[in-house]
């Protein structure tokens, strides 16, 4: 990144540029640009704080800093990244379905039955849930991932999780074969770095008032500590308006592809986290080009132990697997 200043800009707004730039751990190179005007060479930098030095005219992107997960150039294709044998970012838009946390075996045999039937290839639920209150169901813990490996090895499905802690990172990876880092977690660099340091394919899932380049920043703790198997997954930012839970962010999706190479989810379930909303927006995430999506469902949502009005039943997922096969083709898409 290049910061080409005003003419106006003083000497102190130039010896102020250079010390962003060495505390963000690079070396501020100073260059003459066009007419006369000062540049300096600000890698590592991000736009926000480059935008924020005084005396900067503008800013000239070049490579940008999130370097590993960054699309390079247009020609470049979307990263196929393999859970299980099954490619997300390919031309498939991989459905991945379950319930908002595991609750007990048979929930979650009906919510693997439901899943497969409506087309899924992921089985989803929490064994470790972030829960907003100490006082709220924390899930099953060992045994939540021990039933979740059950459901999905009988139904031939693979298995996405949340894992909260780099403590536990060893443990969810013996049973899933995807790790997800959560919204709430999306800043734990500790995290980023131990999901990076194992084998398995991350979902990474944008922190709830992140903005995408701060959201590529963290995907680059796990690239760079050694894993580039991630997928992304939107589910909705915090607004103004208690009329949805989040505000589901769709033009995350083309804005993100012209970013980076990475395969992009979406989650309109906490997304919206009003259940008439989910199919419509699931439909709308694969119009707007998502290699994912992923759906609550519940066998009872009136009983579900989490997240219940948001969950769709067995019935109302068939339906959305059927719907999502028609836009899909309609993208060119399968
Ligand atoms: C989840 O998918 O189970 C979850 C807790 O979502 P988020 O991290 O997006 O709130
Ligand atoms: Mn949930």
Redesign the pocket.
Known sequence: MILVFEPTASAEDLVRAEQVVRRAGADPKRLTAAGGRVAIEASGVTLEEAQAVAGVAFVLEGTPAYRRVARRGQGEGTRVVYVRGVPIGGPEVVLIAGP?AVEHEEQLEECARAAKSAGARLLRG?AFK?RTSPYSFQGLGDDGLRLLRAAADRHDLAVVT?VLEPAAVGLVAEHADML?V???NMQNTALLRAVGRQKRPVLL?RGMSATLEEWLFAAEYIADAGNEDIVLCE?GVRTFDPASRNLLDLAAVPLLRARTHLPLAV?PS?GVGVKAAVLPMALAAVAAGADAVMIECHPEPGTAKSDGFQALTPAELAVLGARLRVVARAVDRS
């Open positions: 908002c929490g972030p949340e997800q959560g919204s709430r899932k589910r989650d906490h």
